[in-house]
């Protein structure tokens, strides 16, 4: 026996998962419109390829993306493409989406299908192309495109191909079943990925409530290295890091994916999906979803068409509008409330829960938090919830990102046993997007700043160079003339320009005026020394003389100059 | 509406009420130990407690009905009438109570944001105001005495219309007598004294034992958990140990444990979680703490039994270990410290 793990924390809600098992899976049968978005996965959204009024036939491709990251839709039925058009789609925010609507025919007749009897021989290449074209993403909930996983996850080495069926949320059953009923599919479709990936082991985590399933997975897994590992029942053992750990003993980084760990986690329906596009050709139009609740009369598993009206399957299950209190898509824990019976059935959908009354109370108020700290001794993260509480509500964001806010993986099982019936998750929610908003913002303002910077020294470059090139052409210009004063100088003859030579008449007047206030102090200090200090008067006599005789040869200086100046303009006009 | 769609664990109200019911034991053992005083203390305080908190609620604008059903208030009381001296008058209690509702609780914005433990501070107004009345209105066991006070005797006593009880029934705790006299007699000598009984002090052994085992319901209960009262305990019998092993020099460690308001502090006051700190760890600090300093103030400071000071001095540390003692997250390899740089 392989050695199970353990992760800290975790709840065990009210199961409420036999009331769905009672009878085999059932086919729903045609509702009378398919409304297929364009954007069901994560990712790129897919562009349509189909036009108003066209005829599609089962299986055939209505939108797909050149991105890497996205994949492509297809018609889950025959019939006659009626709208390309915005539409309500399953998401918490109500808002919506591009679908393409479909009336069928009712022929629900397939377009030509590339099967393929033998897989071994096609490459990994091959089956990755298939699984792309299949239009797989993931099953479980979140809807990341499988193709994009697995190719990935080719780069880095995979040691462990986990194949997700622990199913932990209540009243949910659709991976049970599959698992009960179609295990040779989930199995084949697991060896399929396991030829893409080649990985050391294979395993199929899955809880311990679930011993039909575990004994037909066992059974199917025999003559194959395929391990079915089973783990103890406890909420959330299906996250896909919970899982890990308890599978390998080994944690996801910070920041990191499960490929850096050598590790990479399916879930059970997409293996089996993948089987189906692979072998049968078939692209993903259908799923098992499961439906539950107490304003149902017929709980059960259902396969239905992907873009199936909630509607037409609630009505399929014998709903009960005036017991029904809430319509929940997901689990309990982790779904959220329908904001409309309108939606379609996504890739994603793996359970619908129409609620009553007394299954679903209204929450009672919120109290005040207490710090009393069961948050966190059920917290599968080992985070401190009651302290991101109080950091979400203060609007510390800086505090809740160094308490691991990001780390949180929003299961609800702070929520769940929170004495106050404080809306956790719902706090933590908002708190994200508005630190993601603030991040998106600073980064804006950051480069708006760069781009500032760099304007500014761009200007300041484009300035110097300007200027740069004003003092060259200063300098050519200079050295021009100079060149044509020389040349005409050795075309005068060689007579030196005196102003050219000597001092010119700016120093010259400058040197005169110097000489003059000189003069005119000496003369002040000698008639002052006549009256208090006559022992000084010969030698202030003496210097007297010596600049007035100063004074005088400068002036000489300058008015010879100035002589020269005007002849040399008088030669030159 | 917001996943999770379901929920399913007690109230913060249910909550309180669990607490209260675990005191019940260690109620119960008071009275019959030392007679009515208790009871009539606890009924008092609560009806001080449930009025002010009404009242404040009121002059705060807030639903009156709403926050008295979370049962705060009367815990808060409850803890108060265990903790105060059961002969103490009725405006000593009637002080403490208000103190620790109106300063401690809701001047710091009500249930929750309060930063001290609202009974240790109403306890902590009274022990420094009126040292007088907090020291020597103790009870003497009921055993000791020919004729205990009955319930209308005591609570004459304690509201002042009945004259004053026999000074027989009252004087100090056993802690208080073992300090001060141990200096000048030998520990075989001093426990021939009859408030010292048999095991550790008479009553007081029995009235503890009471609250760990309805401490030890609530750990069961899952209302609080292991950390505070384990580190708590440990610290304070590992002080005794190290700097008070010598019964003769000082109050050797099963009285450390077993008189005094040893385990109320360690299930019922310690543990008050608002006040407390919050992850694992870091309780674990927190009760190491308020060990050190219950042994420290005890051994050495002027007051014979120092609970509210030891939990009132924790309380300061309690943001500042927060901080340190996040545990290591999923993925993280190692926990984060400190304040975010």
Redesign the interface.
Known sequence: MREVFDFPGGIHPPENKRRSLGEPIRQIPLPEQLIVPLHQHIGEPAEAHVKDGQHVLKGQVLASSGEALSVPVHAPTSGTVRAIAPHAVPHPSGLKDWCVIIEPDGKDQWQELAPCADPDTLTARDLLRRIRNAGIAGLGGAGFPTGFKLQASEKQKIQTLILNGAECEPYITADQSLMQERPGEIVSGLELIARILDPEECLIGIEDNKPEAIAALQEAVKDTRIEVVVVPTKYPSGGEKQLIRLLTGKEVPHNGIPADIGVTCQNVGTAAAVYRAIVHGEPLISRITTLAGGALTREGNVEALIGTPIRHLLAEAGYAPQRAARLIMGGPMMGFNLPSKDVPLVKTSNCIIAGTEKEFPPPPPAQACIRCGMCEQVCPMELLPQQLYWFSRSREYDKAEQFNLFDCIECGACAYVCPSSIPLVQYYQHTKGDIRRQREEQEKSDRARIRFEQRQARLEREKEEKEARRRARAEAAERKRREQEKAQQDANGAVPAPAASGPDLETLTERCDKAREKVESFRQRLSEAREQTPEAVPKLERALEKNEQRLKAAEEALAEAQENQNQAQGETQ | ???????????????MQWVVAATLPGLVALISFFGWGYLINVLWCVLVAVVTEAAILRLRKRPVG?FLR?W?AVVTALLLGLALPPFAPWWVSLIAVVSAIVVAKHLYG????NTFNPAMVGYAVVLISFPVAMTTNWATPLELLDSPPGFIATLGHIFGFAGTVPDAFTGATPLDIYKNEIRAELATTLREQPVFGDFVALGWEWVNLAFLGGGLFLIWK??I?WHIPLSFLASLALMSLLFGHDPDQAVPVQMHLLAGATMLCAFFIATD??S?A???RG?LWYGAGIGVLLYIIRAWGAYPDAVAFAVLLMNFTVPFI?YYT????????KP?RG??S
Do not use: E
């Open positions: 509406m917001t996943s999770p769609h379901t929920h399913a664990s007690p109230s913060t109200s249910r909550v709403f979370d705060s009500g249930l929750g944001s899952r209302i958990t979680p608002v407390a919050t992850s694992n309780k927060d996040q545990p290591r997250t999923y993925g993280h390899s984060k304040l975010p």
